[in-house]
T-cell receptor, first 109, second 115 residues
Framework: EDQVTQSPEALRLQEGESSSLNCSYT??????LFWYRQDPGKGPEFLFT???AGEEKEKERLKATLTKKESFLHITAPKPEDSATYLC??????????FGTGTSLTVIP | ETGVTQTPRHLVMGMTNKKSLKCEQH?????MYWYKQSAKKPLELMFV???????ENNSVPSRFSPECPNSSHLFLHLHTLQPEDSALYLC??????????????FGEGSRLTVL
C-alpha cells in the first residue's frame, strides 16, 4: 500500500540554523509529490509540486528536492515566521493522495 | 473573495444536534473534497466530488452526509455525531480529480467539537 513517512516529527532550530525535513514514500506510480505548510488552526497552504526524481523547486528560504524514494525540504537560514507544520503528500496514478503526519518546525529567535 | 472559504470556522455541538459545514471555492475548479484532520494522524479523505458527482466515499459513517449542488459549493451535513468525530474538517478543491497537476487547495478548516 502507498504510504508517506515524515521525519522528524518535531524540529526546533535557532534562527539562522539551516536544516532539512524528510519525506520518505512508497507509491505504486507517482504522479506528483506535494509540500504544504500548515499554521495552527488553519488549512494547509500549497508550497511545491515535484514530478520526477532530480527535480528541485525553490521559494524564498525553502528548497524541495525529489529522489525515487524520498523528498527533502531544505530550510536555509530560517526565521521565526517559518515556524509551522510542513506536510508532504504523494499523488499516485490511481488519482489518490496519501499524506504524511507532518513535521512541526519551531524557529527560536 | 478568492481561494476556498469554509464556514463556520468553529462549531460546538451536542451528540443529538444537526449542523452543516459549508465550503465555497472561487478558483474555477471542478473537483471538491472533504478531509478530516485529527492530531498525530495523516489527513483522512472522506468524500470527493467531480463536476458535482460523488466519485469517492471513503467508508465514512452515515452520520456524515455530503452535498454538492454545483462545482463551487460543498456541504457536509452532520447529525448524531460522536465525541471521536471532534476534529478539523478541511475542504479542498482541484482542477479535476486526476488532472496532471493535481494540487489541492485547502480552506481554513472548520474546527468541530462534539460534546
Amino acid at each position: 500500500e502507498d504510504q508517506v513517512t515524515q521525519s522528524p516529527e518535531a524540529l526546533r532550530l535557532q534562527e539562522g540554523e539551516s536544516s532539512s525535513l524528510n519525506c520518505s514514500y512508497t507509491v505504486s506510480g507517482l504522479r506528483g509529490l506535494f509540500w504544504y505548510r500548515q499554521d495552527p488552526g488553519k488549512g494547509p497552504e500549497f508550497l511545491f509540486t515535484l514530478y520526477s526524481a532530480g527535480e528541485e523547486k525553490e521559494k524564498e528560504r525553502l528548497k524541495a528536492t525529489l529522489t525515487k524514494k524520498e523528498s527533502f525540504l531544505h530550510i536555509t537560514a530560517p526565521k521565526p515566521e517559518d515556524s509551522a507544520t510542513y506536510l508532504c503528500a504523494v499523488f499516485n496514478t490511481g488519482n489518490q493522495f496519501y499524506f504524511g503526519t507532518g513535521t512541526s518546525l519551531t524557529v527560536i529567535p | 473573495e478568492t481561494g476556498v472559504t469554509q464556514t463556520p470556522r468553529h462549531l460546538v455541538m451536542g451528540m443529538t444536534n444537526k449542523k452543516s459545514l459549508k465550503c465555497e471555492q472561487h478558483l474555477g475548479h471542478n473537483a471538491m473534497y472533504w478531509y478530516k484532520q485529527s492530531a498525530k494522524k495523516p489527513l483522512e479523505l472522506m468524500f470527493v466530488y467531480n463536476f458535482k458527482e460523488q466519485t469517492e466515499n471513503n467508508s465514512v459513517p452515515s452520520r456524515f452526509s455530503p452535498e454538492c449542488p454545483n462545482s463551487s459549493h460543498l456541504f457536509l451535513h452532520l447529525h448524531t455525531l460522536q465525541p471521536e468525530d471532534s476534529a478539523l474538517y478541511l475542504c479542498a478543491s482541484s482542477q479535476l480529480q486526476g488532472a496532471s497537476t493535481g494540487e489541492l487547495f485547502f480552506g481554513e478548516g472548520s474546527r468541530l467539537t462534539v460534546l
